[in-house]
C-alpha cells in the first residue's frame, strides 16, 4: 500500500489533470510593497525604493519640511549668537593680537551654545525622520495610503523614544572617537615636547580593539529604532529587543546594512559628479597676450559663475542627504520586519490586518487596524 498524501492531485501542491504531477506552491501574499513571507536581499533593497517611489510624498516631504525647521532654526541661532557678540567680534577683529580673554570668552560661549543647541535639535530631527519613515513603512507593508498629517501624528509621538535610543547608541561611537581625540593629542605633545605624553601605541591598539567592538554594538542595536516605533517601546526596552531579534543574523543585517550604505554613496557620488565637471574655471592664461593674474583678479572672473554653482550644489547636497536619511531606516525597518517574520509569524498578523477594511477616520484613527501599536 503506497502512501501518496501530499504529493497527488489531492495533496495540498495539486497537479497535473489525469496524472501525477507538481505544481509549485502559490506565491506569498503580497498587499503592499513586500511580500509576507522572509525576505531576500534584493526584496530587503528592492522594497526600499519601492516604499521611496509610491510614498515619496510623506517620506520626503516631512524630511524637506524637518530640514527647512533645522536649517532656518540654525540660522536664527546664529544671527542671534552674532548680535549679542558683534562688540567682541569687532574688538578681536580690530586687534587679534590685543584681543582681551573676556572678549574671547564671551564669542565662544554664545557661538557653542549656538553649535550644541543646533546638534541637539538636529539630533531630534534625524530621530524625527526615523519614526516617519517606520511609520509610513508600516503602512506601505499594509498597502495603505499615508499622508503626511497622519505619518506626522504616529511619528511625532514615538519621537522622544527613538531620540533616546540615538543617544545611547551615540554613546557606543563616542568610544573610539574619544580614543582618537587622545591618540591625536598624545602624538602632537610628544613631537613638539620631545617627551611621551602616553603611549601612543597603546592608544593606537585600544583603538584598533575598540572599532570591531563599536561597529559590532551598533549592529546589534540596530533593530531598536523601528521596535520604538512600531512597538512602542521604550529606549532601553527597545534595545533589549534589537539583541533578541538580531541573535543568529548578524552577519546578514550587517551585510545587508553595508550593501544599503554602499548603494547610498554610490548614488551620491552619480548625482554629484556632474556638479565636478560643471564647477566654474578661471580663463586660461597665456604668457604673450597678457599679464600674469593675481587672486583678486581670478576672483572677481569667477564671481557671476559661482553663485548659481553654489545654489546648485547645495539643493544637491540637500538631495542626496534627504535621499541617505530616509533609504538606510527604510533597509534597517525592513530587515526588523523581516526578522519578525521569521521568528515571530508576523506575516499571518500583517495578512489578518490587511485584509480589514480602513477605519472612516483613516489608519491613524485610533483603534484602527492600522494604528501604531496595533500590530505587535
Known amino acids: 500500500m503506497s502512501d501518496s498524501s501530499g504529493w497527488g492531485p489531492s495533496g495540498p501542491y495539486g497537479g497535473a489533470p489525469g496524472g501525477w504531477g507538481w505544481m509549485p506552491p502559490p506565491p506569498p501574499p503580497k498587499p503592499g510593497v513586500i511580500p509576507l513571507a522572509p525576505l531576500g536581499v534584493d526584496t530587503v533593497l528592492g522594497g526600499a525604493f519601492v516604499t521611496m517611489r509610491r510614498y515619496a510624498r510623506p517620506l520626503f516631504g516631512l524630511a524637506a519640511l524637518v530640514g527647512l525647521c533645522l536649517a532656518a532654526l540654525t540660522l536664527g541661532m546664529a544671527g542671534l549668537?552674532?548680535?549679542?557678540?558683534?562688540?567682541?567680534?569687532?574688538?578681536?577683529?580690530?586687534?587679534?593680537?590685543?584681543?582681551?580673554?573676556?572678549?574671547?570668552?564671551?564669542?565662544?560661549?554664545?557661538?557653542?551654545?549656538?553649535?550644541?543647541?543646533?546638534?541637539?535639535?538636529?539630533?531630534?530631527?534625524?530621530?524625527?525622520?526615523?519614526?516617519?519613515?517606520?511609520?509610513?513603512?508600516?503602512?506601505?507593508?499594509?498597502?495603505?495610503?499615508?499622508?503626511?498629517?497622519?505619518?506626522?501624528?504616529?511619528?511625532?509621538?514615538?519621537?522622544?523614544?527613538?531620540?533616546?535610543?540615538?543617544?545611547?547608541?551615540?554613546?557606543?561611537?563616542?568610544?573610539?572617537?574619544?580614543?582618537?581625540?587622545?591618540?591625536?593629542?598624545?602624538?602632537?605633545?610628544?613631537?613638539?615636547?620631545?617627551?611621551?605624553?602616553?603611549?601612543?601605541?597603546?592608544?593606537?591598539?585600544?583603538?584598533?580593539?575598540?572599532?570591531?567592538?563599536?561597529?559590532?554594538?551598533?549592529?546589534?542595536?540596530?533593530?531598536?529604532?523601528?521596535?520604538?516605533?512600531?512597538?512602542?517601546?521604550?529606549?532601553?526596552?527597545?534595545?533589549?529587543?534589537?539583541?533578541?531579534?538580531?541573535?543568529?543574523?548578524?552577519?546578514?543585517?550587517?551585510?545587508?546594512?553595508?550593501?544599503?550604505?554602499?548603494?547610498?554613496?554610490?548614488?551620491?557620488?552619480?548625482?554629484?559628479?556632474?556638479?565636478?565637471?560643471?564647477?566654474?574655471?578661471?580663463?586660461?592664461?597665456?604668457?604673450?597676450?597678457?599679464?600674469?593674474p593675481d587672486a583678486a583678479d581670478v576672483f572677481a572672473q569667477l564671481i557671476p559663475e559661482m553663485g548659481p554653482y553654489l545654489v546648485l550644489s547645495l539643493i544637491v547636497g540637500v538631495v542626496t542627504q534627504m535621499f541617505s536619511m530616509v533609504f538606510m531606516p527604510l533597509v534597517t525597518n525592513l530587515l526588523y520586519i523581516d526578522q519578525r517574520i521569521r521568528r515571530e509569524g508576523l506575516a499571518d498578523v500583517l495578512m489578518r490586518v490587511a485584509v480589514i477594511p480602513e477605519s472612516p477616520g483613516g489608519p491613524d484613527a485610533p483603534g484602527a487596524p492600522g494604528a501604531p501599536g496595533s500590530v505587535q
Open 81 to 292: 549668537a552674532y548680535a549679542a557678540t558683534a562688540d567682541q567680534l569687532h574688538r578681536i577683529s580690530a586687534a587679534p593680537r590685543t584681543a582681551d580673554w573676556t572678549d574671547i570668552r564671551a564669542v565662544l560661549v554664545a557661538f557653542g551654545t549656538m553649535w550644541a543647541v543646533g546638534l541637539l535639535v538636529a539630533l531630534v530631527a534625524n530621530a524625527f525622520i526615523q519614526a516617519s519613515s517606520a511609520a509610513t513603512l508600516h503602512d506601505a507593508v499594509l498597502g495603505r495610503r499615508a499622508h503626511i498629517g497622519g505619518v506626522w501624528r504616529r511619528a511625532w509621538p514615538r519621537t522622544p523614544s527613538v531620540f533616546g535610543v540615538m543617544l545611547l547608541m551615540g554613546l557606543i561611537v563616542v568610544i573610539p572617537l574619544a580614543l582618537f581625540a587622545l591618540m591625536s593629542v598624545a602624538l602632537v605633545v610628544s613631537v613638539t615636547t620631545s617627551e611621551p605624553f602616553v603611549s601612543v601605541g597603546a592608544i593606537f591598539l585600544l583603538l584598533l580593539l575598540s572599532v570591531p567592538l563599536t561597529i559590532w554594538l551598533y549592529v546589534l542595536f540596530s533593530f531598536a529604532p523601528a521596535a520604538a516605533v512600531l512597538e512602542g517601546a521604550s529606549p532601553l526596552t527597545a534595545m533589549r529587543r534589537s539583541v533578541r531579534l538580531m541573535r543568529g543574523t548578524w552577519w546578514r543585517t550587517f551585510g545587508i546594512t553595508l550593501l544599503g550604505g554602499l548603494i547610498a554613496v554610490i548614488a551620491s557620488l552619480v548625482i554629484r559628479l556632474p556638479l565636478m565637471f560643471a564647477m566654474p574655471t578661471p580663463q586660461p592664461y597665456v604668457p604673450s597676450a597678457q599679464p600674469p
